[in-house]
Nanobody
Framework: QVQLVESGGGLVEAGGSLRLSCAAS????????MAWFRQAPGKEREFVAT????????SYANSVKGRFTISRDNAKNTVYLQMNSLKAEDTAVYYC????????????????WGQGTQVTVSS
């Protein structure tokens, strides 16, 4: 079973940047589609971005397109989320997830989840 551990969250001013990392425990990391989701207080968990096994295709929520970039390094069993031009509405707990279906945007399509990392953007 894949274990995922996120890091890199924190407090940043609006307009700033953060890079989240998600390290996987298994050498078979490259077998999984990876994604980032986020959940703000009182709201449902929402899709942010996803990347295919090889990293050749990515997909983003409209709310982050052009500001966030998902990438992966299969040699390091790690997926990243570079977040630029952060806004107060990006404040949430960010989760990485692993699954089998490329392009999936529903949390139910991902079997493996990290514990989450808090991102707080001050306005």
């Amino acid at each position: 079973q894949v274990q995922l551990v996120e890091s890199g969250g924190g407090l940043v001013e609006a307009g700033g940047s953060l890079r989240l990392s998600c390290a996987a425990s298994e050498r078979t990391f490259s077998n999984y589609v990876m994604a980032w989701f986020r959940q703000a207080p009182g709201k449902e968990r929402e899709f942010v971005a996803t990347i295919t096994w090889s990293g050749d295709r990515t997909s983003y929520a409209n709310s982050v397109k052009g500001r966030f970039t998902i990438s992966r390094d299969n040699a390091k069993n790690t997926v990243y989320l570079q977040m630029n031009s952060l806004k107060a509405e990006d404040t949430a707990v960010y989760y990485c997830a692993g699954g089998a279906m490329a392009g999936a945007r529903s949390p139910s399509m991902y079997a493996y989840w990290g514990q989450g990392t808090q991102v707080t953007v001050s306005s």
